[in-house]
């Protein structure tokens, strides 16, 4: 069954470090998502990406976040300078029609 | 701004006894989903309900839409300890944008 796959698993990054969280959707896939999940709280909606733009973002995803879709394949989340804050697990997702999303393992990153 | 509320946010509950979780949503949405996730892991899909009075069965698990009161349910039959985990509701929002509920951690106890 095709897989959303995430890298690094874990990441551990002094504040303010800049990081890239990487994600290769499923390849026929047309909406790609982020969403970062605090630690035992609710899943937050980040930013959605179709048709190589950003077509809606929350709150959250402020100017020290952007996204990417360099080649096609990958999907990247960068945080530009982190905060303890942004210590969550992040989430990526991507989804083809009504289906719903495919969600990645995710990425945990710790901001020390 | 769409608002997804679960109750009970928390539910111990013996091995098999029936219960359910109550999924309400502000806005006309005809699209939700439910999800699983186990500690530390990512998010299963368990069902996708499309339109007004969807039902369906997995297992254990029944979910249910009903677009009008906007609620959905998810109905544990007869537990068993496999199903502790948190569960989440979602909605869709402006196209295909999803918003979550905060989850239900269900723990069934032997």
């Known amino acids: 069954e095709p897989e959303v796959t995430q890298t690094p698993s874990h990441q551990v990054t002094q504040m303010g470090q800049e990081v890239i969280l990487r994600c290769v959707p499923i390849?026929?896939?047309?909406?790609f998502y982020w969403y970062r999940q605090i630690l035992g709280q609710k899943v937050e909606f980040l930013v959605s990406?179709?048709?190589?733009?950003?077509?809606?973002k929350s709150e959250i995803f402020d100017d020290q976040f952007s996204v990417e879709r360099p080649d096609g394949s990958n999907f990247t989340l960068k945080i530009r300078s982190t905060k303890l804050e942004d210590s969550a697990m992040y989430f990526c997702?991507?989804?083809?029609?009504?289906?719903?999303?495919?969600f990645g393992s995710g990425t945990r990153l710790t901001v020390v | 701004e769409l608002k997804v509320e679960q109750n009970p946010l928390f539910l111990s509950m013996q091995e098999g006894k029936n219960y359910t979780i109550y999924c309400n949503y502000s806005?006309?949405?005809?699209?939700l989903y439910w999800y699983r996730q186990d500690p530390g892991k990512s998010l299963e899909s368990l069902f996708v309900?499309?339109?007004?009075?969807a039902v369906k069965q997995e297992g254990r698990l029944m979910a249910s839409l009903d677009t009008k009161a906007r609620l959905s349910t998810l109905h544990i039959t007869a537990a068993v300890h496999d199903l502790s985990a948190t569960y989440f509701c979602?909605?869709?929002?402006?196209?295909?944008?999803?918003?979550f509920g905060a989850g239900t951690r269900l723990t069934v106890k032997p």
């Open positions: 990406f179709y048709n190589n733009e950003i077509s809606e």
């Open positions: 309900l499309l339109s007004n009075g």
């Open positions: 979602a909605v869709t929002h402006n196209n295909n944008d999803m918003r």
């Open positions: 390849s026929n896939h047309l909406y």
């Open positions: 806005t006309t949405s005809d699209r």
């Open positions: 997702a991507s989804m083809l029609g009504v289906q719903g999303y495919t």
